[in-house]
Nanobody
Framework: QVKLVESGGGLVQPGGSLRLSCAAS????????LGWYRQAPGKQRELVATITLGGNPNYADSVKGRFTISRDNTKNWVYLQMNTLKPEDTAVYYC????????WGQGIQVTVSS
């Protein structure tokens, strides 16, 4: 019954910024882990960033220093501020939430191109 809906994606030029949001509905309590993953065409899904209930973040090396993950514990919303975007950041980005079960959003397209 949990549903995750991503928003904030789109087309941006290299060096630009986007902020992704993921709203979780049908939730009870706070997810112990929230995160963002991405999948580029022809490649496997990879971790971008995660954040624990206590606010401890973890980032892929490729985005460290450029992306910032944050969360609203009460609402189980998670955000991804993406700065200094590069063409290689182009992918479908997926929101992930771990309660007792593991939930995924349907994904949102981020395209970095001039």
């Amino acid at each position: 019954q949990v549903k995750l809906v991503e928003s904030g994606g789109g087309l941006v030029q290299p060096g630009g910024s986007l902020r992704l949001s993921c709203a979780a509905s049908g939730t009870i309590g706070s997810a112990y882990l929230l995160g963002w993953y991405r999948q580029a065409p022809g490649k496997q899904r990879e971790l971008v960033a995660t954040i624990t209930l206590g606010g401890n973040p973890n980032y892929a090396d490729s985005v460290k220093g450029r992306f910032t993950i944050s969360r609203d514990n009460t609402k189980n919303w998670v955000y991804l501020q993406m700065n200094t975007l590069k063409p290689e950041d182009t992918a479908v980005y997926y929101c992930r939430a771990k309660f007792g079960d593991d939930y995924w959003g349907q994904g949102i397209q981020v395209t970095v191109s001039s």
